[in-house]
Structure formats: C-alpha cells, structure tokens
C-alpha cells in the first residue's frame, strides 16, 4: 500500500505542481507515470558523450550577440544521469553541459558554454502523506526547453547527439512536470547568456482511496546577459485530484503567482483555476485535458504626456501617473502520446500565462507541437517536431512573438554504444522589434551513449 501511494502522491503531485508552465497549461495537469525514470536499488549513474560538427545559416532580424550569417563549429556535449529507489524514497539527479566551438566570417572565433543540472526526489512520510522536491538550473545561450534557442539547450540542443528524446530525460529522470516546456526559459528568442534556477515543492495527503489532496510552490529566477529582461517568480497554489478509476482521474486546481522584473518594475499577481482530467487507456497511449482561466493584474508607475499649455507653467513635458493593467484569459491544453510497435506519436497543445521570455514580461503563450519517431531497424531510428509558438505581451512590454520550427533527424547505431547522428532544424521568429529572423542549424557527428553500462553504489 506504501509503494502504491507513493506513485499515487507523486502523480497527484505532478497534477497540480509541475512548473512554471502550469501558470494556466500543462505544467499543472502533468503526466501520470512512473516518477523515476530507471532508479534501482542501487544508486547507478548513467554517462553519455557526444561529438558533433555544426552548421548555421541565420538571415535578417538579429541573432543575439551573433548576428545573422554563416557559422561553422565543433560541439562536445557531455553529461551523466541516474538515480535510487529505496523502500519509501526516490532520487534522480542529471547533469549536462556542452563546449561550442564556433567560427563565422569577420568575427572572432569563440567559445560557448552550457551547463544544466537537476535533482528530483519523491518521499513517503507516512501510508497518506507523501512529498516531492526538484530543483533545475544552469547557465546556457538561448534559455533552456524545446521553444529556446538553438544555440544552446533548445530544441536543436537538446536532440542532436542522442538520435532520439534520450536528453530530455538525462536531467529529468523525476517527472514532475516537462522541464522542457518550464514557461520560464524555454521561450528564448535570441543566444544570449541566460543564468536561472527553478526549484518547486509539494506534498501530497491520501484523504481516501480516490481523493488526494495537495499544496506547494514553485519559485524561479532568470538573468540574461545585455540589456534583457530579467525575471523573479514565485507561485503557490494547491489542487484536489479524485480518481474516477484505476486509470483515470480529474483534478480541481488554484495558483497564484507573484512576478517581478529587475530594474524594470513588479508587483504583477497572477491567478489560475482550472480542471483537468487524465486517463492512461494502455501502458502506451494516454490522454490529458485542462480547461480553466488565469487572471493577471498589476500596478505600475506610467509616463503621460502633459498639456502643452500646462507643460509651459510646469516647465516639464511628462508626468507619471499610476496604472493599473487586468487581463483575463482562458487557459487550456489537450496533450496525446501513443505508442505502437517501432513508432511513437505526441500532439500537444497549451495556452496559459508564462512569466515571459528574453523580450517580453507576463505574456499569454499559445504553443501547439507534433512529435513523430520511428525505429526502421534495431540499428536506425528517426525524428521529427513541428512546433507553433505565439507570445502576447500583457504588462509593459506589449509586443506579440511568432515562432514557428521544424527539427528532425536520424541516427544509425554502429555498435552497442556507438551512434552516427545527424538532426537539423529550421526556425522562423517574427518579432516587430527585431524584425524577421529565417535560418537553419545542423549537427552531424558520434554519440556514445551506453543502454547497459552503469557506474553502481
């Protein structure tokens, strides 16, 4: 019964604690599955390693630091992963970083660095009361998540050098919520330095055999190099999950979320309500439904202009006044994966309240996504994303951000660690400040990434 409310708590808890994607999406609604990626009863760690060339063509607009045009490199990317399961406790922890080696015409060659970690446990105090703690962060160019850039951890980063999802796991082997799709950093639009941490916390209590209760937080900060924008938040919310069935379930959520943006201005709070319900039809197909609402408001200091006639006896041509901004919005996402024989398949799709981006403060974000894989062979497999994303700024900064990618590729296995891996993206980001920006990135090149080789304790 321990063993059976731990996994109960932690999918409870994935269900209303996710993270800062769940300000209004699926962050909140989670997914319902084994909270340990690979944990054993040992304490084993996983290496993998990857060498690749790479190739960018970027045009208009403005790249962050980069600019548009032709860059060539050498990218290694590094890292390990694994994890323990004891009695009434589970542990994951991850870490990735990367070297990018990089030459563009007329510039000077340099080099970027990533790194990421993660760390994630799942503990049963008692037969109804259960906890979770999970903590990501890391310094990387272009943010961190499949709609960051790819100059870094984003889409491109994050498959190429594996062949497949492989690296959304490494760091995440304790699923409480996509660190992929955060809402914090995953929405970068230009490579630039990004320093951030996320840490989110819950607990869980078994009120019955279908009624779980549970209360947490999340907290997050990011800082981005230049002139950017800067981001503090915290949210702290709880939700009630009532299981229909052995596998299916609806819960009733409510966050409230605080937003403060350095050297700009805060006192943004945000809040949600919603419902979500989820049913797992077979080990390998699931379905997952939010439907609710978020709320944003704010006061603030703004600039007015002033009369010119009483500009004259003032001797200024501005005042200031106090503002206060209210959106209110839907908020929802449908999220499908089904697997069968060699293929997989995941449609997704989420509107809700993210914090922001490098451009923009609180913003509303639809994001929808398509995921195909296939494996031809035991030695082939192959990839495919198509990925929408659209970004309205609510509070200061009130521009709307289009992003539309495609990221794919194949790997062949040589040997029983050894892959040739190729994967390519191209990305389109409409942005009226920056312009249109249009490019494509490739890696080609080794990854050695052992299935049944692990450092045991």
Same mark, same amino acid.
């Given at each position: 019964?321990?063993?059976?409310?731990?996994t109960?708590a932690?999918t409870?808890?994935?269900?209303?604690q !996710?993270?800062f +994607?769940g300000l $209004?999406?699926?962050?909140?609604v #989670?997914?319902?599955?084994?909270?340990? &990626?690979g %944990? @054993?009863?040992?304490?084993?760690?996983?290496p993998?390693l990857?060498l690749m060339?790479s190739?960018s063509d970027?045009?208009g607009?403005?790249?962050?630091?980069?600019?548009?045009?032709?860059s060539?490199?050498?990218r290694?990317?590094?890292?390990?992963?694994?994890?323990?399961?004891?009695?009434h406790?589970l542990?994951?922890?991850?870490?990735?970083?990367?070297?990018h080696y990089l030459?563009?015409?007329?510039?000077p060659?340099?080099v970027?660095?990533s790194?990421?970690a993660?760390?994630?446990?799942?503990?049963?105090?008692?037969?109804r009361?259960?906890?979770n703690?999970?903590?990501?962060g890391?310094?990387?160019?272009g943010?961190?998540?499949?709609?960051a850039g790819? !100059?870094?951890? +984003?889409s491109? $980063?994050?498959?190429?050098?594996? #062949?497949?999802t492989q690296f959304?796991? &490494?760091g %995440? @082997?304790?699923a409480?919520g996509n660190p992929?799709s955060?809402?914090v950093v995953?929405?970068?639009?230009?490579?630039?330095?990004?320093?951030?941490?996320?840490?989110?916390?819950?607990?869980?209590?078994r009120?019955?055999?279908?009624?779980i209760?549970?209360?947490?937080g999340?907290?997050?900060?990011?800082?981005?190099?230049?002139?950017?924008?800067n981001l503090n938040a915290?949210?702290?919310g709880?939700q009630?999950?009532?299981y229909l069935?052995e596998?299916?379930?609806?819960?009733?959520?409510?966050?409230?979320?605080?937003?403060?943006?350095?050297k700009?201005?805060?006192g943004?709070?945000?809040?949600?309500?919603g419902?979500?319900?989820?049913?797992?039809?077979?080990?390998?197909s699931?379905i997952e439904?939010?439907?609710?609402s978020f709320?944003i408001?704010s006061?603030?200091i703004?600039?007015? %202009?002033?009369?010119?006639e009483?500009?004259?006896?003032?001797?200024?041509?501005?005042?200031y006044?106090t503002r206060?901004?209210?959106?209110?919005?839907?908020?929802?996402g449908?999220?499908?994966?089904?697997?069968w024989?060699?293929?997989?398949v995941?449609v997704?799709y989420n509107?809700g309240?993210i914090?922001g981006s490098d451009?923009l403060?609180a913003?509303?974000r639809?994001?929808?996504?398509?995921?195909?894989?296939?494996?031809?062979s035991?030695r082939?497999n192959?990839n495919?994303t198509?990925?929408?994303?659209r970004?309205?700024?609510?509070?200061g900064v009130?521009?709307?951000?289009d992003?539309?990618?495609a990221t794919?590729?194949?790997?062949?296995r040589?040997g029983?660690?050894?892959?040739?891996?190729?994967?390519a993206?191209?990305?389109i980001?409409?942005?009226?400040?920056r312009?249109?920006?249009?490019?494509?990135?490739?890696?080609?090149?080794?990854s050695?990434?052992p299935?049944?080789?692990?450092v045991?304790?």
């Amino acid at each position: 019964m321990r063993v059976v409310f731990l996994t109960l708590a932690a999918t409870a808890i994935l269900y209303g604690q !996710g993270n800062f +994607g769940g300000l $209004g999406g699926f962050g909140s609604v #989670g997914r319902a599955r084994d909270p340990v &990626s690979g %944990a @054993g009863r040992n304490l084993q760690f996983t290496p993998f390693l990857s060498l690749m060339g790479s190739y960018s063509d970027y045009s208009g607009g403005s790249h962050g630091s980069s600019g548009s045009g032709v860059s060539r490199g050498l990218r290694a990317l590094a890292g390990v992963h694994g994890g323990r399961a004891w009695a009434h406790t589970l542990l994951s922890a991850g870490y990735t970083g990367q070297a990018h080696y990089l030459r563009m015409s007329g510039r000077p060659e340099r080099v970027r660095q990533s790194h990421v970690a993660q760390i994630a446990a799942v503990h049963n105090f008692s037969p109804r009361l259960g906890g979770n703690f999970s903590q990501l962060g890391g310094t990387s160019i272009g943010g961190y998540g499949l709609g960051a850039g790819f !100059g870094g951890f +984003g889409s491109m $980063g994050m498959l190429s050098g594996l #062949g497949s999802t492989q690296f959304n796991q &490494s760091g %995440a @082997g304790v699923a409480f919520g996509n660190p992929a799709s955060n809402g914090v950093v995953d929405s970068a639009i230009l490579d630039a330095r990004t320093n951030f941490s996320l840490s989110s916390g819950a607990l869980s209590y078994r009120l019955t055999n279908r009624w779980i209760l549970s209360a947490g937080g999340n907290a997050a900060f990011a800082r981005r190099s230049g002139n950017l924008i800067n981001l503090n938040a915290q949210t702290a919310g709880g939700q009630a999950a009532y299981y229909l069935t052995e596998h299916s379930s609806v819960s009733f959520h409510y966050s409230n979320t605080w937003l403060s943006y350095p050297k700009r201005f805060g006192g943004i709070l945000s809040q949600t309500t919603g419902i979500g319900y989820g049913r797992q039809f077979s080990p390998s197909s699931r379905i997952e439904l939010f439907i609710g609402s978020f709320d944003i408001r704010s006061d603030f200091i703004g600039r007015v %202009a002033i009369d010119p006639e009483i500009a004259q006896i003032l001797g200024v041509a501005v005042g200031y006044e106090t503002r206060r901004v209210r959106l209110r919005s839907l908020a929802g996402g449908l999220s499908f994966h089904r697997s069968w024989g060699h293929n997989h398949v995941r449609v997704s799709y989420n509107r809700g309240m993210i914090p922001g981006s490098d451009l923009l403060m609180a913003a509303r974000r639809d994001m929808a996504a398509v995921s195909l894989g296939r494996t031809l062979s035991p030695r082939f497999n192959a990839n495919a994303t198509l990925m929408g994303n659209r970004s309205k700024g609510s509070v200061g900064v009130l521009h709307r951000i289009d992003q539309y990618q495609a990221t794919g590729g194949f790997a062949i296995r040589l040997g029983a660690s050894l892959s040739f891996n190729v994967n390519a993206g191209y990305r389109i980001i409409e942005a009226p400040t920056r312009g249109t920006l249009r490019g494509m990135t490739a890696f080609a090149g080794l990854s050695w990434t052992p299935r049944d080789w692990a450092v045991s304790f």
